[in-house]
Structure formats: C-alpha cells, structure tokens
C-alpha cells in the first residue's frame, strides 16, 4: 500500500515561487512514475509534471512549462515541484501522484 503526504502549500504573490513536497510511504519503485496534478475549482484536473524516477525523464504541461520543476530526491525518497513565475492560473489543489493509481490529498496553492 502507498500513501503520499503533499506539504509546501500556501498563498504567495503573483511572480513569486513556491516548493511543493511530496513524502511517499510503502511499495515505491524506482522505475515507476511520480508525478503533480492540479486542480483548480470549477476545472479539470491538469497533470502538471511528472518524473520516471529510475531515468530521470521529466515531462511538463505546457502550461508550466520552463516555470516549473520537477525533481526526486531518492535518497530521502522526496518528491518535489519548483514553482516559479506564479501567476493566478496556477491557483489549484496540487495533489502528488504514484503511477495512477495513488494520489495524496492535496496542498492548495494560491497566486494573488
């Protein structure tokens, strides 16, 4: 069983920056895909980024594209997104992501 515990949420000004962690606990695999999605109300769910952790290939909405960063610390088994260039179309539940079949609950990022 997996669990994904987001944290790093908050409120931040536009062009501002935010990190967003992610703590797995269980059955993670190396060669398995991590990954953010977003939620904003009244929208669909956006998958923002998303990392193969064993080959360090990363893929970007283009959304956020060169504004944000996806990256794995494997040794603390952390996941993280770097945002920068907030703007408010990036207001959302960020949740964290293993494979599709686990999601965490969320941390809610909010641009004003």
């Known amino acids: 069983h997996v669990q994904l515990v987001e944290s790093g949420g908050g409120s931040v000004q536009a062009g501002g920056s935010r990190r967003l962690s992610c703590t797995p606990s269980?059955?993670?695999?190396?060669?398995?895909?991590m990954g953010w999605i977003r939620q904003a109300p009244g929208m669909e769910r956006e998958a923002v980024a998303a990392?193969?952790?064993?080959?360090?290939?990363?893929h970007y909405a283009d959304s956020v594209l060169g504004r944000f960063t996806i990256s794995r610390d494997d040794t603390n088994n952390m996941l993280y997104l770097h945002m920068n260039s907030l703007n408010s179309e990036d207001t959302a539940l960020y949740y964290c992501?293993?494979?599709?079949?686990?999601w965490g609950q969320g941390t809610q990022v909010t641009v004003s």
């Open positions: 990392i193969y952790t064993g080959l360090g290939r990363a």
């Open positions: 992501a293993y494979t599709t079949a686990y």
């Open positions: 269980g059955s993670i695999y190396n060669d398995n895909c």
